[in-house]
């Protein structure tokens, strides 16, 4: 717990004082020249008008002046070079103050001609900039010449106006002044530092929550009393459709024209008036950065103060519900995954029952339905699997594969399990540079491609097309394209959808799989359309990002 009391020493950093000694030590010696300068100038003008005085040296007096002005701007002119021995260059300058104007006080004619003033102010300046122990020794040496003079002046038959004891008031007043001055000092310093600590603090905390702030995806404005906006983050900028967006939370920019403010500053005002307190809701219709309206939600949250500033959130609902549809269709994965779980079992049992019933029909019809049967459970089995696959999807594994092998294996692998016709796939290998992907994801994924291509593609030789090129801006991209009519435009935006099939058999998962392992390689898929007069009329595009 804190006492109020001062530290015991100058709180200096190891070695060497702050810079702000430094440049205390230099006024110091700049006004060392100034003090020598008026006291050489005083020579002159001794014997003139309203200045005369009398010196009891004079020339002892001139010769000090103009040695201790010499030395003055010496020191002054030396300081840079002496920048690493600040204590040593403090102790040098306070015992020159001393020892010159101890000899120029001897001159003027001693205790009484003022000098002894110069002699305790130059004790106080060099008090300021050393440490307690230094103080009190240049306090110490003070008290010593001044007890010298003293001396001197009694030993010549001068003490008959109190000379000896006005020397030892004048050593009280150096030990009091050094160590008052010095006391004074170190507070100073010490209060100097925490101010500086807690400036630092308060730099690195404002710099983390702009930080904070400019990273969210909600918008974020700070808002005074008057509705004037303090501050504001990106997300917010592009909600109120300001231009000239900058990360800077200290930029709000004019929102004179903005397509929102006007509303948003008329909730707030309303939200002010109504009292309505901490977590206040309202919202709003604003037009959309793309075009359209964009409904955006509010929350006021007030202070402690209420006159004081406000945080206002900005939230697209737009956005809202998609985070919700995400985490809806994560719950529903789940839970899709284990009902696809418990289905095997049943579908199993099925599949076996009808296959020893299809060995004992004879009708015609009773064979047809059996084999419908058949046909449904196996689809059933398909879409099964396909579930289970996107919910067990394991971490991929950074392989580096060599394309033209990969497909040598994997064609025979896919015709044997198809029956497809070897002459209708084409392969074309246009770069001899290895793709980044898990072996077991590609493959999944080019079967999948590869029946797809198949079902739409005409019979003809090299109907569908497997190439792998490497692009002109050196991007690398593995194509599977196949001269069918293409899919319709109306359906691309929802090819990667899952269960959306164009057709009655299809489980409306495959492409959706490919795109779950394509993004778990740190690869995109997509669909491209070809020139009408192309003999390949689409292409599904495997982009990997890791060359």
Same mark, same amino acid.
């Given at each position: ?258 397509? !929102? ?28 950065? !793309? ?194 009519? !293409? ?61």
């Amino acid at each position: 717990m804190s006492t109020g009391r001062a530290p015991a020493s100058t709180p200096e950093p190891a070695g060497q004082p702050p810079e702000s000694y430094r440049v205390a030590l230099r006024w110091l010696a700049t006004s060392r020249v100034a003090v020598a300068l008026l006291l050489l100038a005083f020579v002159p003008l001794q014997d003139v008008g309203r200045f005369a005085a009398r010196l009891a040296q004079p020339e002892l007096f001139e010769r000090a002046a103009v040695v201790y002005l010499l030395v003055s701007i010496l020191y002054l002119s030396t300081l840079h070079r002496f920048h690493d021995r600040f204590h040593a260059m403090l102790v040098v300058h306070a015992l020159t103050d001393l020892v010159a104007l101890s000899t120029l006080m001897h001159a003027a004619g001693g205790l009484r001609s003022g000098v002894v003033v110069l002699l305790i102010a130059a004790l106080a300046g060099a008090a300021v900039v050393s440490t307690r122990r230094m103080a009190a020794s240049l306090a110490a040496v003070a008290t010593l010449l001044v007890l010298a003079e003293a001396g001197w002046t009694a030993l010549r038959g001068g003490d008959e106006d109190g000379v000896t004891a006005m020397a030892g008031l004048v050593g009280i007043a150096c030990f009091a002044t050094a160590m008052t001055v010095n006391w004074l000092a170190i507070r100073l310093h010490a209060q100097e530092q925490i101010a500086r600590r807690r400036g630092d603090d308060l730099r690195r905390q404002l710099a983390v929550t702009s930080r904070v702030v400019a990273e969210l995806q909600q918008g974020v404005l700070v808002v005074g009393a008057d509705g004037e906006v303090r501050t504001m983050n990106p997300a917010a900028r592009t909600l109120l459709g300001v231009a000239g967006q900058t990360p800077s939370l200290a930029d709000a920019g004019s929102l004179a024209g903005a397509a !929102g403010w006007s509303a948003l500053r008329g909730a707030y005002a309303g939200w002010r008036d109504a009292a309505a307190g901490d977590h206040a809701e309202a919202e709003l219709d604003l037009a959309a950065p !793309g075009g359209g309206s964009a409904r955006i939600r509010l929350r006021f949250l007030a202070t402690d103060e209420s006159d004081s500033d406000a945080v206002v959130i900005l939230e697209d609902e737009r956005l809202i519900e998609e985070r919700a549809q995400q985490l809806k269709l994560a719950s529903m994965g789940r839970l899709s995954a284990s009902i696809a779980h418990e289905i095997r079992n049943p579908l199993a049992a099925i599949r076996h029952a009808n296959s020893l019933l299809a060995e004992r029909l004879e009708e015609p019809a009773l064979v047809r339905l059996a084999r419908i049967v058949e046909d449904n459970t196996l689809r059933i089995d398909r879409i099964v699997g396909d579930v289970l696959s996107i919910a067990r999807r394991e971490r991929a594994a950074d392989e580096t594969i060599d394309l033209s092998t990969f497909l040598k294996g994997l064609l025979p692998e896919f015709v044997a399990a198809s029956g497809a016709d070897p002459r209708r796939i084409a392969v074309r290998i246009d770069s001899d540079r290895p793709i980044r992907f898990d072996s077991n994801h590609l493959r999944q994924v080019l079967l999948n491609l590869l029946g797809n291509a198949l079902r739409y593609a005409s019979s003809a030789e090299s109907a569908v097309l497997v190439q792998w090129r490497e692009r002109e801006n050196h991007r690398l991209e593995l194509r599977v394209a196949d001269d069918g009519p !293409g899919l319709p435009t109306e359906m691309l935006a929802h090819a990667f959808e899952p269960f959306f099939t164009t057709e009655s058999r299809g489980t409306g998962l495959g492409l959706y799989l490919a795109r779950e392992l394509c993004s778990a390689n740190a690869a995109t898929i997509r669909y491209e359309t070809g020139a009408p007069a192309a003999r390949y009329r689409g292409a599904f595009v495997i982009e990997p990002q890791r060359n």
